[in-house]
Nanobody, 121 residues
């Protein structure tokens, strides 16, 4: 079955860290652009990171630059999102996506089901 499955969400205090995982099955992440998105209640979906398969470049919006890091473990066919110095405004459902026109567009071949991240004291 071709899918991506996120894990690692939870409740964390402001200033804390979380690492999200996105495990792929049925296809190889290494050959696909990979992105993380988030969506908070009442807000539009926002891309928070992208990793290009062609040159390894990474992309982040200003809202998370310097705090979030995307990485990939080819042996585990898994991509990670390390989130540090978390803020309450980072609270959202986080989604992993792969393939399609990611890093240029928000079109993807595969989407995960999402994992909730809540930043609160």
């Amino acid at each position: 079955q071709v899918q991506v499955v996120e894990s690692g969400g939870g409740l964390v205090q402001p200033g804390g860290s979380l690492r999200l995982s996105c495990a792929a099955s049925g296809f190889t992440l290494e050959y696909n652009n990979i992105a993380w998105f988030r969506q908070a209640p009442g807000k539009e979906r926002e891309g928070v990171s992208c990793l290009s398969s062609s040159d390894g470049r990474t992309y982040y919006p200003d809202s998370v630059k310097g705090r979030f890091t995307i990485s990939r473990d080819n042996a585990k066919n898994t991509v990670y999102l390390q989130m540090d110095s978390l803020k309450p405004e980072d609270t959202a459902v986080y989604y992993c996506a792969a393939g399609g026109g990611l890093c240029i567009t928000e079109t993807a071949d595969y989407w995960g089901q999402g994992t909730q991240v809540t930043v609160s004291s």
